[in-house]
């Protein structure tokens, strides 16, 4: 796929455990903040988003945590499946709607 | 469900030649993306679309990149004269009034040789 050779870090959980991706920005200007699942062969998937202004936001499974002292944004998966194993990449829109993304994380559910 | 589709999954064309890429965003959606990713490498932002014209574009989008909305339905970049360091993944999305809705196509695969 297009991740081929991407030299990405890679979390590696067990089926049914909580999973962790972090990701650092550097645009203290950004106003939303958007995670993305890429899977193989696919374009990337909206998870889930965060507005500037909020610190936390839950979705089905899925939390975002946004600190913007230390410019960190989390994204939390609880009882991570098969089904998530994928790409995660982290994105930001300052201002205008480009999105910038990040360098990605790669997640490997082992069953 | 509604989604973005893109076409064809895989061009592959000489160095020189001139590729159009299609893409048929989500019917409501106004707003329409241009993005690649090549081999190794992060998503990268090409070139935004709004109302007919382009909105915003990236120092990628130089002049051999053109967007056009040639009807109600499809959008298309062309690269006038392909290079080799245009191979990559391109990804069409579209979306609605909100600023941080984006939706994406599956790609489309361009290798230059």
């Known amino acids: 796929g297009e991740n081929v050779g991407l030299h990405l870090p890679t979390l590696s959980v067990q089926e049914g455990d909580n999973s962790i991706i972090n990701c650092a920005y550097s645009n203290s200007a950004s106003d939303y903040f958007i995670w993305y699942k890429q899977e193989s062969g696919k374009g990337p998937q909206f998870i889930i988003d965060i507005r500037s202004n909020m610190d936390k936001r839950q979705g089905q499974r899925v939390t975002v945590l946004l600190n913007k002292t230390v410019k960190h944004l989390s994204l939390q998966i609880a009882a991570t499946q098969p089904g998530d194993s994928a790409v995660y990449f982290c994105?930001?829109?300052?201002?205008?709607?480009?999105?910038?993304f990040g360098s990605g994380t790669r997640l490997q559910v082992q069953p | 469900e509604p989604e973005v589709t893109q076409t064809p999954s895989h061009q592959v064309t000489q160095m020189g030649q001139e590729v159009i890429l299609r893409c048929v965003p989500i019917s409501n959606h106004l707003y329409f993306y241009w993005y690649r990713q090549i081999l190794g490498q992060k998503v990268e932002f090409l070139v935004s679309f709004y109302n007919n014209e382009i909105s915003e574009k990236s120092e990628i989008f130089d002049d051999q990149f053109s967007v056009e909305r040639p009807d109600g339905s499809n959008f298309t970049l062309k690269i006038r004269s392909t290079k080799l360091e245009d191979s990559a993944m391109y990804f069409c999305?579209?979306?609605?009034?909100?600023?941080?809705?984006?939706?994406f196509g599956p790609g489309t695969r361009l290798t230059v040789t």
């Open positions: 994105a930001e829109i300052a201002g205008r709607r480009a999105l910038t």
């Open positions: 999305a579209s979306g609605g009034s909100l600023e941080n809705e984006q939706y």
